[in-house]
């Protein structure tokens, strides 16, 4: 069993910046990939963001590479977004997703590559 959490949403004005934490609880060896996803109302789930928990390796999404940011921290199971240049259509609810396949960093985050999601963080930006 691995559980996800977030934290780090809130409200912001345009052009500000928030940064988002995710801990993944589970045998650090079992995780290799970890994502950010976001959700709008009324909107799919989007991926934007990966990265690879051994290499860093990074991939980012065209609506929000430049601006966002992520990161390891000292644990494996550790990442940090950080999301600047804030737009109000980056409002939604952002949520933190780890897998245990290898990590694929070619497109978008799928989310049939990530089994163990958390609950979610609001993030509100305001113009």
Same mark, same amino acid.
């Given at each position: 069993?691995? /559980?996800?959490?977030?934290?780090?949403?809130?409200?912001?004005?345009?052009?500000?910046?928030?940064?988002?934490?995710?801990?993944?609880? @589970? =045998?650090? *060896?079992?995780? =290799?990939?970890?994502?950010? &996803?976001?959700?709008? #109302?009324?909107?799919?789930? @989007?991926?934007?963001?990966?990265?690879? %928990?051994?290499?860093?390796? %990074? &991939?980012?999404? /065209?609506?929000? *590479?430049?601006? &966002?940011?992520?990161?390891? +921290? =000292?644990? *494996? =199971? %550790?990442?940090? $977004?950080?999301?600047?240049?804030? *737009? #109000? !259509?980056? %409002?939604?609810?952002?949520?933190?997703?780890?897998?245990?396949? #290898?990590?694929?960093? $070619?497109?978008?985050?799928? !989310?049939?590559?990530? #089994?163990?999601? +958390?609950?979610?963080?609001?993030?509100?930006?305001?113009?």
């Amino acid at each position: 069993q691995v /559980d996800v959490v977030e934290s780090g949403g809130g409200s912001v004005q345009a052009g500000r910046s928030l940064i988002l934490s995710c801990v993944a609880s @589970e =045998n650090t *060896k079992s995780i =290799n990939s970890m994502a950010w &996803f976001r959700q709008a #109302p009324g909107q799919d789930r @989007e991926g934007v963001v990966s990265i690879d %928990t051994d290499t860093g390796s %990074t &991939f980012y999404a /065209d609506s929000v *590479k430049g601006r &966002f940011t992520i990161s390891r +921290g =000292n644990a *494996k =199971n %550790t990442v940090y $977004l950080q999301m600047s240049m804030l *737009k #109000p !259509e980056d %409002t939604a609810m952002y949520y933190c997703a780890a897998g245990v396949s #290898p990590w694929q960093g $070619l497109a978008p985050p799928s !989310e049939y590559e990530y #089994p163990h999601w +958390g609950q979610g963080t609001q993030v509100t930006v305001s113009s």
